[in-house]
């Protein structure tokens, strides 16, 4: 039997919505654009929930920016919400800079000192900013940071979506439950269980498969 021979498929905004209201024992035909407005208002709310659930690796991308002397605040990307690590890059060589919290960075008592940054402290606003200390010597390092990305946004029905393949169940059986609670409450029970083990799936597989490497313990 032959295949296909592609492997290219990827189901639109439309499609995910049809699937979905068929899981919640919906007829597609019946639906309106109000419903089909409704759902990606719904999905966009999925992907604000997924977002603090844990990393999940397609949503980050590396950044750099080069310092300025004595400038301790530096605005971030859009759509950045959360930074997962920094280096200071200065002649070719990355030194690990150490996260600190709001209450660390308060505490110290001159943030203006010049020197080599070795912290910051991400300020996690509508508009997110970094604040390193010590303040940066000269207008040469570079901060080079990988960040957590929004999810772009879902706003007409021909679009895809910023979700890789392995997602798709994820998305569609969420997006079910959240339909049903609106017009099929009698199966959001059921489709909340299908919606978590989708999700449970797709996220153990964001895990990073790093080699692990044991050093045996000297025997005295």
């Known amino acids: 039997m032959a295949t296909s021979g592609t492997n290219t498929w990827r189901p639109n905004i439309e499609e995910i919505t049809v699937e979905a209201y068929e899981r919640c024992q919906f007829n597609p035909q019946n639906l309106t654009q109000r419903d089909a407005v409704s759902a990606r208002f719904s999905m966009n709310l999925m992907f604000s929930e997924w977002s603090v659930r844990g990393v999940n690796y397609w949503t980050v991308d590396q ?32 030194i690990v800079m150490d996260r600190i919290s709001l209450k660390d960075y308060n505490e110290l008592p001159v943030k203006t000192t010049q020197a080599r940054p070795t ?29 957590v990305v929004q999810v772009e946004d879902i706003t007409a029905a021909n679009q895809d979506t910023d979700v890789p393949y392995r997602w798709t169940e994820a998305l569609c059986a969420g997006l079910a439950y959240r339909l049903s609670v609106k ?5 959001t029970a059921d489709l909340k269980i299908m919606a978590e083990e989708a999700f449970s799936y797709a996220a153990s597989d964001e895990r990073e498969r790093a080699t692990l490497r044991i050093t045996p313990a000297s025997v005295i």
Do not use: C, H
């Open 63 to 94: 950044q750099i920016q080069t310092l300025t002397q004595g400038t301790i605040e530096y605005a971030l990307p859009a759509g950045t919400l959360d930074v997962v690590s920094m280096v200071l890059r200065r002649s070719g060589t990355d």
């Open 119 to 147: 912290q910051f402290w991400f300020d996690r606003q509508y508009i997110p900013s970094v604040y390193l200390w010590q303040a940066p010597e000269n207008s040469t390092d570079q901060i080079v940071y990988w960040r």
């Open 183 to 187: 017009k099929k409450p009698e199966r």
